[in-house]
Each structure stands twice: as structure tokens, then as C-alpha cells.
């Protein structure tokens, strides 16, 4: 740098996820519809020609923003379904890895939340296809692990309840502190764990 206090130039990798996270806070104050580019831009610190270097429109923002935290978020939930020792454990983990990502984008959870009733086709498309994918994995554990006790549509049936339950939970408090947070699990655990070994016994 050839003066202090100079601004470190950011390599494009760097800058572009620097661009995504501060779009979420802009988006989720403020809503699709009335922010702009320049709003973004100003935000972020950078002129309006980086920001296109970066993304052509603000729909491709958005889409990049939305496309971004689905992934994440399916990531995380995979792994908290696949890597849990033990049924209990596995419920555990993926309530608090879907309450972890509520609570740390809380932004980016009530843009995917307004998407899913949303107006943009594309947009709606993209949730519900992670809420299937989310759905088909949730129930294939289920079957797996009923043993027999539970078939294909009872066990969809009780992924779908697991998904709107915790859904429906987290819309009434994005960005909950961990002691709230760790309430809401433990008592969504006792109730999803009763609930399944009720119907897999």
C-alpha cells in the first residue's frame, strides 16, 4: 500500500462473496422490489462499474444471493443427516444446523421465506427445488431407519410435518440468541423423537 489506511484490493473471489453478504442485509431490509443497484453499490463501499463486474442486473444479484444460501443451507443439512451417530442425534442435528443457519443469515432466511410465496417464477422454483431435495433425503432416513414400519408415503408424510415444524418455528424469530435457540431445539427434538418412535415402534 502507498499510503496509510488504504483500502487492501480485494481479489474477485473475495470481493464478489463481500458483495453477496452485504446484498442480503440490503435485500432483507428492504425487499426485491425497492432496492437498486446504486443502493447495493453504496453500501458495499464500491462503485456501480464493480459491482457490475460483478453481476449484470440486480436480478442476477438476487439470483446469485438466493442460489448461494440454498446451497449453504443444503450442505449443512446433509451432513447434519448423514454424519450423526444414532436416530436421536440425527434429529438433534438437523434442527440445529437448519436454527444455526436461520440465526446467523437471519436476512438471507426471510428472503428465501418471501420467495417461496414470491411473484418471480424462477425465484420460487429455486426454493421449492431445495425443499424437495431437503424432503426426498428427510425421507429416505426415515425409511431407512423405520425398518419396515413406515412406507414411502407415511414416511413423506411425516418429513413434510418435520420441515413445516421447524419452518414455521423460525419465521417467528429469525436471529434468536443461542440460549433461545437451544430451548426451541431440545423441545422440538422431544417432540419430533416421541412423535417418530411412536409411529416406527
Do not use: C
Not at 433461545?180 to 415402534?201: H, M, Q
Request: no cysteine; net charge positive; aromatic share 6%.
Amino acid at each position: 500500500m502507498t499510503e496509510a489506511g488504504a483500502k487492501r484490493r480485494m481479489r474477485a473471489p473475495e470481493r464478489r462473496r463481500q458483495l453477496l453478504e452485504v446484498a442480503r442485509k440490503v435485500f432483507g431490509r428492504r425487499g426485491y422490489h425497492t432496492v437498486t443497484m446504486d443502493s447495493v453499490a453504496k453500501e458495499a463501499g464500491v462503485t456501480k462499474p464493480i459491482l457490475y463486474d460483478h453481476f449484470e442486473s440486480k436480478r442476477e444479484l438476487y439470483l446469485a444471493l438466493l442460489e448461494s444460501d440454498l446451497s449453504n443451507l443444503q450442505k449443512r443439512l446433509s451432513e447434519g443427516l448423514e454424519n450423526s451417530r444414532g436416530n436421536r442425534e440425527r434429529i438433534r442435528a438437523s434442527f440445529q444446523t437448519y436454527f444455526d443457519f436461520v440465526d446467523e443469515h437471519a436476512e438471507g432466511f426471510r428472503l428465501l421465506m418471501q420467495e417461496a410465496v414470491g411473484g418471480d417464477r424462477h425465484f420460487r422454483d429455486l426454493v421449492f427445488g431445495f425443499r424437495d431435495d431437503v424432503l426426498g433425503k428427510v425421507t429416505e432416513v426415515l425409511i431407512r431407519e423405520s425398518k419396515g414400519n413406515l412406507d414411502r408415503d407415511q414416511a413423506q408424510d411425516v418429513a413434510l410435518g418435520l420441515i413445516g415444524m421447524a419452518e414455521t418455528v423460525a419465521q417467528r424469530n429469525p436471529g434468536a440468541t443461542k440460549e433461545e435457540r437451544s430451548r426451541t431445539v431440545d423441545t422440538l427434538v422431544r417432540l419430533a423423537w416421541r412423535g417418530i418412535t411412536g409411529l416406527t415402534v
